[in-house]
C-alpha cells in the first residue's frame, strides 16, 4: 500500500465538503468557492493507493495565522494512523498562531497537540420569526465595504478581502449591513445549507444592530431552520438567540496554539464559520 500527501483540487474540494455533510457539520451549498478564494492551497488530502483517505483544510492569512478544519479520515479506515499522518505533515509546515474549533471529541486531542482553549462557541437552531422591518439595515453597496471590511478584521483578527468578496455574494443567500449616521455598525451574512440555513458572521457594535440585522436575514429562510454559532462568553448573543426561540444543538472549542487573537468577542454574535473561523 502507497500513501501521498497533496493540496486537492477543486473538485476535491466537494468531495471534502461532501464528508463534512455526512458528519452532520452540514456546510453551506457554496462553501467550497468562498473557502479557495481565500486559500487555493489551504485543502490537503492523504491518499491511500489512489485513494482520498483522509482530509484537513489549513487557511492562512497574511501568513501569520492559520485555521484549520475540515479533519475527517474516512470511516472505514480510522484507527490506521491515516489522519495523524496527515495532521502532522500539514503541521510542519505552518507558521505562527494556529487556530481551530475543536469537536468535543478531538479536544483532549488537540490539547496535546498544544492547543488552549480559549472559549466555547455553541450552535443554536431551530425556527425563528423574522424581525420587523429596520431601515437602517441595507443591501452592502460599494460604499459600505470599506466600513464592513474594517469590522470584519477587527472582529476576525485579520483582514481576508479575497474571502469577504466571495462571502457577501452568496448565490443561496443574502448579505446586509446595519448603517447608522453614515457608518457601518454591523454587519451579517446567511447563506443556504444541506439543511436550512446558516448565519455567520453576525458581527455588530451593540445588541441593537445584531437584533435588527438577524431578524432581517431569518426572513431569507422563510420559516425554516437557522442556525447561529456563538461565543459562549457572549451573553447578549445567546440571549438574541434564545429570545428568537433557538436551542443549543452543537458546541466546539475555540482552541489556539500560539497566541490567540484579541477578540472583542461583545461584537461578535455570530461567528462565520467552524471551518474557517
Keep these: 500500500m502507497t500513501t501521498t500527501i497533496r493540496t486537492l483540487d477543486p473538485a476535491e474540494v466537494e468531495t471534502a465538503v461532501d464528508w463534512a455533510a455526512r458528519e452532520g457539520w452540514n456546510p453551506g451549498l457554496a462553501d467550497a468557492s468562498a473557502f479557495l ?72 486531542n488537540y490539547a496535546r497537540s498544544g492547543f488552549v482553549l480559549a472559549h466555547r462557541n455553541i450552535r443554536y437552531g431551530g425556527t425563528a420569526p423574522a424581525g420587523a422591518s429596520d431601515p437602517r439595515v441595507v443591501d452592502i453597496a460599494p460604499n459600505h465595504m ?85 461565543p459562549e462568553p457572549h451573553a447578549a448573543a445567546r440571549a438574541l438567540a434564545e429570545g428568537a426561540g433557538l436551542a443549543p444543538v452543537f458546541e466546539t472549542a475555540r482552541m489556539y496554539r500560539g497566541p490567540a487573537p484579541q477578540l472583542p468577542l461583545r461584537r461578535i454574535f455570530g461567528i462565520t464559520s467552524f471551518e474557517l473561523g
Design 146 to 230: 470599506d466600513g464592513v471590511a474594517t469590522m470584519d478584521a477587527a472582529c476576525f483578527g485579520f483582514a481576508r478581502p479575497d474571502f469577504l468578496k466571495a462571502w457577501l455574494a452568496p448565490p443561496f443567500g443574502h448579505a446586509c449591513a446595519f448603517v447608522a449616521e453614515g457608518a457601518v455598525k454591523g454587519y451579517g451574512v446567511i447563506r443556504r445549507c444541506r439543511e436550512g440555513h446558516k448565519i455567520g458572521p453576525l458581527f455588530a457594535d451593540d445588541a441593537e444592530a445584531a437584533a435588527a440585522l438577524f431578524g432581517t436575514l431569518v426572513a431569507t429562510a422563510q420559516g425554516g431552520p437557522v442556525f447561529l454559532d456563538v
Design 37 to 108: 478564494a481565500q486559500d487555493k492551497t489551504a485543502f490537503r488530502g492523504l491518499f491511500r493507493d489512489g485513494a482520498l483517505a483522509a482530509i484537513i483544510s489549513a487557511t492562512t492569512y497574511q501568513e501569520l495565522f492559520t485555521f484549520v478544519g475540515f479533519y475527517i479520515c474516512r470511516p472505514d479506515l480510522r484507527g490506521q494512523g491515516l489522519g495523524l499522518a496527515l495532521w502532522q505533515d500539514t503541521f510542519n509546515g505552518l507558521k505562527g498562531t494556529v487556530g481551530l474549533d475543536g469537536v468535543v471529541a478531538q479536544q483532549d
